[in-house]
């Protein structure tokens, strides 16, 4: 019979004997504060000193097992000065050095005449071979217990090696044989140990961590189980509730139709239809749009929105930041112009005194629709009749907060999010498995693709006469350099630097932008740029991703190796947004790895955001998915998006079966994986 409850495991790890103040503190630093955390804390390696390693053959440096015997021992009576334990195996010698030891206990763990095991690094010192305070003194007999592999794990300074596998082998002891969630056919049918064994293993192992050994991937499955199982229960929260169907007809949202003087692409329509049934329906809608940046998205949240507020309800759109936020608000009020819509902007950086009557009129009800960042949320605005919510670069925002907002706006309200990060197929469900997913695959047809060239850097003057003529035509130049400022460590280009350079060519013409840049003057640079009055803009990546700049057609990039190729789509995604032909020059330093250029070239082979994601994790390879990280998607610990993919499938084929009733058996997983939290904040 299986247990699925090992309370202990969720204690305190001071509760641990063994653990005081002192190595609390250590493991504090290593994030590790209940008992459980000491699992999840895989050794990153090994040491091996399972083979005895003749005094012959010795090699400085290394960690090194010698069967010897104890011949001398030379303790000097100056203070400062080691104990010196002289050992040998036949004609050979090797000295064993102690500092700051006590000659009772040398002559108790070494005797004169006994064979004993000793480990540790070989130094060499006038002539001589020997061991510094070794880690491991044993009589040979007792062979087993130091000669073996050792688990390596990345300890911080005050923890000892010895001292946090003892913890961690104390508490896997502890575990009850049969604690485990899965059924025993399940474990069978996958090669999966049970959950003591399958840790015992891992915290064991013979070799370094691999990926695809039976025992990771359990973890692994693990792992994607238990944040399906909270997207999923997610999900049910949202949708189990009724609410009130909203009644329309289409009037403002085909005034603003009229507007526009192109048509929408196919799948813009097929997106509206989404939510338009969603809109009417007695469910919530709980939607990610997912697109490529300019795909067209805002204007589709627009539309919905006009349709939302022909019905008598108030519409929110949060936009991660200031600039995106009166862009968008911008656009709005273009659309919207032949309604009678009442729209209003709210950022941190509204006058108090508009700011009190915008929150006025929210509460009154003659403000239909709000724009502005995340201070939309605070507490003190209370909308008389909210009915929509549109969050613009939803990735930005986790499951936990996607639920306080699905709160805050209340039964009646819908949900719409936006992300232009591309996810991996194989990861949409992991990530947003409780949302309903609208694809914008379609580029609009106007658009031409964007050129992508690769250049080395010491050819930059070539780059002279496209800008010229871009100039005289009118059209603007991003220049992103991965440094602000010159630094004696990196060899990357700065903005700066650039900076000077460039105002020397094309002088009245260039703004510089980067994140030591105030707010004010940011905007106000900004704003130079929308306007026409820059020309070349030099920036770090500091710019949004979201911002429409139409008119500019050229983007270089510095040092673009050093980018992940999800970011670099992202930057190139700045140009091409208009009718325009436009230009993305990927800069290199001449030395370029194999590797490297195979990356960049993937990105000038194709124009598509999903497959350049699925490439640059390939890429990378497991335990390197920086460019997810910074684009502010939370990865998982454990599992791997290409390498795990049939788990990945697996636990999604597992959760559309799962019936409500059997989810409390999981109630440790969840809890083992962090998500007992976000389950809570469900429920309550
Ligand atoms: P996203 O938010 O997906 O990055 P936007 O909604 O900002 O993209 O759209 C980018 C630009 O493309 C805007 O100027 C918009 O007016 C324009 N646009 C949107 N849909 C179409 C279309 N079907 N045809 C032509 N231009 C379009
Ligand atoms: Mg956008």
Known sequence: MNINKNSFLFNEISSLKGVGLKTKKYLERKRIEKIKDLLWDLPYSIIDRSKITSLRELEIGKITTVKVNVIKYNFPRVRNLPNKVICGEKEEKINIIFFNSYEGYIRKILPIGKEVIISGKIGYFKKHYQITNPTYVKPAVQKEEIAKIFPKYSLTEGLTEKIYRKLIFEVLNKINDNYEWHSDEFLKDNNFNKLKETFLNLHNPSKKIDIFSDDYRRLAYDEIFANLLTLFSARKSVKLKKKKKKIYSNKFSELILK???????????????????????????????????????????????????????????????????SQHYELAKKLFFSTNIKIELLTSKTNLKDKKKIISNLKNGSVNFLVGTHSLFQKKIKFSKLGFIIIDEQHKFGVKQRI????????????????????????????????????????????????????????ISELWPLIKKQISLNRQVFWVCPLIDESKKLDFSSAVKKYNLIKKIFPNHVGILHGNVDKVEKNIVLKKFLEKKIKILV????????????????????????????????????????????????LYKNNLSENAKKRLKILRKTNDGFLIAEEDLKIRGHGDLLGFQQSGIKNFKFADPIHHKDLFLMAEKKIKNIKIENIKKYEDLIKLHDKAEIINEIAN
């Open 404 to 459: 306080s907002l699905a709160k805050k706006g209340g039964d009646n309200c819908d949900i719409l999010s936006m992300s232009a990060t591309p996810i991996p197929r194989t990861m949409m469900l992991s990530f947003f498995g409780d949302m309903d997913v609208s694809l914008l695959n379609e580029k609009p047809k106007n658009r031409k693709d964007v050129v992508t060239l690769l250049k080395p850097e010491n050819k």
């Open 259 to 325: 507007n526009f003087d192109f048509d929408l692409t196919n799948d813009q329509k097929k997106v509206l239809e989404d939510l338009d049934k969603d809109i009417r329906s007695e469910s919530r809608m709980f939607r990610l749009l997912q697109g490529d940046v300019g795909s067209g998205k805002t204007i589709l949240a627009l539309i919905a929105a006009a349709n939302v507020i022909e019905s008598k309800y108030q519409v929110a759109f949060m936009a991660p930041t200031e600039i995106l936020a």
């Open 539 to 586: 920036s770090t990546t500091v710019i949004e991703v979201g911002i429409n700049f139409p008119n500019a057609n050229i983007i270089i990039i510095e040092n673009s190796n050093k980018f992940g190729l999800s970011q670099l789509h992202q930057l190139r995604g700045r140009v091409g947004r208009g009718n325009i032909q436009s230009y993305c020059i990927m």
